[in-house]
């Protein structure tokens, strides 16, 4: 079982940034791929990105596509979700999430226990 930890949340103005962190720990070796959902208040969870672990190959919703960069660094097995020109419909709870494929995160057991994102217009 890996353990996930997201941090970085907060209130920013539209059009301000935010850098999300998730620190990995336990079995990371398990785990080709670390990504992020999110979901609002009454809303459904949602994909917003995800990296391969060894590549750095990336993926994106299209929602944010251009305006958010998911990185990872991994001696500190840590991935990052930088948000930049933020808008109020960003809004919502971020998780981190780990699992073997970027394809199957969304199924993963693994998740962080989430992290308030608040945008004001």
């Known amino acids: 079982q890996v353990q996930l930890v997201e941090s970085g949340g907060g209130l920013v103005q539209a059009g301000g940034s935010l850098r999300l962190s998730c620190a990995a720990s336990?079995?990371?070796?398990?785990?080709?791929?670390m990504g992020w959902f999110r979901q609002a208040l009454g809303k459904a969870r949602e994909f917003v990105a995800a990296?391969?672990?060894?590549?750095?190959?990336?993926n994106y919703a299209d929602s944010v596509k251009g305006r958010f960069t998911i990185s990872r660094d991994n001696a500190k097995n840590t991935v990052y979700l930088q948000m930049n020109r933020l808008k109020p419909e960003d809004a919502a709870v971020y998780y981190c999430?780990?699992?073997?494929?970027?394809?199957?995160?969304?199924?993963?057991?693994?998740w962080g226990q989430g992290t308030q994102v608040t945008v004001s217009s």
């Open positions: 999430v780990a699992g073997p494929s970027t394809l199957t995160l969304g199924t993963s057991c693994s």
């Open positions: 336990g079995r990371t070796f398990s785990n080709n791929a």
């Open positions: 990296i391969r672990w060894m590549s750095g190959s990336t």
